[in-house]
């Protein structure tokens, strides 16, 4: 398995919604990511986790929250966000942080309402 | 301030022609990717250079990392319809994760 997959594809949510985007990875990547991108524009970093440990939150608002309850698994949950969060989030993993590559999922085009 | 920047912005060519696209930093870096990226997808790696001079060739498409490992290029030979997309090159300063540079985004007309 070679592949990251992420859940839902498409997700619209009204601003006052709780919901979460789910990412797995069967590779034995020990270091997973949550990028945001916006239309035209490269991936930004959001999150980094490190042996399923937050190693860094690039000064994310608190109403995107990640959890990562195991070395397969990442989550982030979304609650009270803003029209203009609507964007593409993009999951990836690598064996390290610094690895040589990542693999990144399809992403979930997330339109707040 | 970008890290990375990337040449042209915007590149549209016929099918068959060749084409040269630039990325370039101040910065060393200990690696350098490059992505393809398409529409509605995540970004696919196409190839990780580490050695300063290196060159990697990928069928037609060949990738340079410069000597003093602060640029690359991406050369396409006789590009395809197929290679339309959104090249983004990635670098790492050793022990920092990756900062992407702000794209290129090719159209090859058929």
Known sequence: ?113 | TQLLEQSPQFLSIQEGENLTVYCNSSSVFSSLQWYRQEPGEGPVLLVTVVTGGEVKKLKRLTFQFGDARKDSSLHITAAQPGDTGLYLCAGAIYGQNFVFGPGTRLSVLP
């Open chain 1, 1 to 113: 398995d070679t592949e990251v997959t992420q859940t839902p594809k498409h997700l619209v949510m009204g601003m006052t919604n709780k919901k979460s985007l789910k990412c797995e990875q069967h590779m034995g990547h020990r270091a997973m990511y949550w990028y945001k991108q916006k239309a035209k524009k490269p991936p930004e970093l959001m999150f980094v986790y490190s042996y399923e440990k937050l190693s860094i939150n690039e000064s994310v608002p608190s109403r995107f929250s990640p959890e990562c309850p195991n070395s397969s698994l990442l989550n982030l949950h979304l609650h009270a966000l803003q029209p203009e969060d609507s964007a593409l989030y993009l999951c990836a993993s690598s064996t390290t942080t610094g690895g040589y590559g990542y693999t990144f999922g399809s992403g979930t085009r997330l339109t707040v309402v």
